[in-house]
């Protein structure tokens, strides 16, 4: 079975600043999915950025970039120039494929916010 | 179109109660989920349907019903619900269920309260 865990149950920043979200796994497969989720207060969850576990390139979008560790079994989520509506919890989630019919593992979420 | 529609967006309900709610997507998805997320928790998974057969059943309570009449809809229906059920209820869907197919695109929610 697999388990994202996620360190840190709330994190804070100020705007502008550059803030990093950790999440470690554990898992046996060699093929396998990570994602960053963002669910602000009261809104919807929305995917921010995406990693397949073949591609030794780490992720980018926009602000948003993920320092994918494989050996580690690390995937840290760095926000740059942070802005207010970052402020939301983040999940990190993995899916290992094959013959998991798209379910997605969960880490506990960190609850990020910015500051003015 | 690139959303997942939920309705309705809260519900208060008593536990002798018979509810339903819906979810809808219409981006040619063929994945459909239902989870319920507790306050400042992760979401977990109940049901997984792919290509309108269900393919996962957390070993959710029979008093939660879930039913894809088509490839865009999906519905929970609700009976004789417990009080600790009062949760946010998210709908998510993705292209396929596997590899580069699985994206999941979350709706807004159903907050359910249950008295």
């Known amino acids: 079975a697999q388990t994202v865990t996620q360190s840190q149950p709330e994190m804070s920043v100020q705007e502008a600043e550059t803030v990093t979200l950790s999440c470690t796994y554990d898992?046996?497969?060699?093929?396998?999915?990570l994602f960053w989720y963002k669910q602000p207060p009261s809104r919807q969850m929305i995917l921010v950025i995406r990693q397949e576990a073949y591609k030794q390139q780490n992720a980018t979008e926009n602000r948003f970039s993920v320092n994918f560790q494989k050996a580690a079994k690390s995937f840290s989520l760095k926000i740059s120039d942070s802005q207010l509506g970052d402020t939301a919890m983040y999940f990190c989630?993995?899916?290992?494929?094959?013959?998991?019919?798209?379910?997605?593992?969960f880490g506990q979420g960190t609850i990020l916010t910015v500051h003015p | 179109d690139t959303e997942v529609t939920q309705t309705p967006k809260h519900l208060v309900m008593g536990m002798t109660n018979k509810k339903s709610l819906k979810c809808e997507q219409h981006m040619g998805h063929r994945a459909m989920y239902w989870y319920k997320q507790k306050a400042k928790k992760p979401p977990e998974l109940m049901f997984v349907?792919?290509?309108?057969?269900?393919?996962i059943n957390e070993s959710v309570p029979s008093r939660f019903s879930p039913e894809c009449p088509n490839s865009s809809l999906l519905n929970l229906h609700l009976h004789a619900l417990q009080p600790e059920d009062s949760a946010l209820y998210l709908c998510a869907s993705s292209p396929t269920t596997s590899g580069g197919g699985l994206e999941q695109f979350f709706g807004p929610g159903t907050r359910l309260t249950v008295l």
């Open positions: 989630a993995f899916y290992a494929g094959g013959t998991s019919y798209g379910k997605l593992t």
């Open positions: 898992t046996s497969e060699s093929n396998y999915y």
């Open positions: 349907y792919s290509y309108e057969k269900l393919s």
